[in-house]
């Protein structure tokens, strides 16, 4: 059974920074990506990252791409979110999921491209 966990949310000022983590469990990632997603009220569910279990090239979201890694620990199986220079905008639940690499050639994926998926971790920045 395929798992995915998230933390570290929580509540951070403008202009600050957090590491959220994906503990992954359930499968023999090697074919797949763990992505990361985030979504405000009323919003779309939109991709921020997402990196190969066995490796390679990162290509985040234009739009966070300067405030956003992603980078594995392959000793405790969990992917990372490294997210600096917060802004209220950023708000919103974030969720990590997977889903196989081969679905996207750009490191960029849809929601469904993933085929399971985390209870999500809220990130609230103030202002």
């Known amino acids: 059974q395929v798992q995915l966990e998230e933390s570290g949310g929580g509540l951070v000022q403008a202009g600050g920074s957090l590491r959220l983590s994906c503990a992954a469990s359930?499968?023999?990632?090697?074919?797949?990506?763990i992505a990361w997603f985030r979504q405000a009220p009323g919003q779309e569910r939109d991709f921020i990252a997402a990196i190969r279990w066995n490796g390679g090239t990162t290509r985040p979201a234009e739009s966070v791409k300067d405030r956003v890694t992603i980078s594995r620990d392959s000793d405790k199986d969990i992917v990372y979110l490294h997210m600096s220079t917060l802004k209220p905008e950023d708000s919103a639940v974030y969720y990590c999921?997977?889903?196989?690499?081969?679905?996207?050639?750009?490191?960029?994926?849809?929601?469904?491209?993933?085929?399971?998926w985390g209870k999500g971790t809220l990130v609230t920045v103030s202002s």
């Open positions: 359930g499968r023999n990632f090697n074919s797949y990506v």
């Open positions: 999921a997977t889903g196989l690499a081969a679905y996207s050639d750009s490191f960029r994926y849809r929601e469904n491209d993933m085929d399971y």
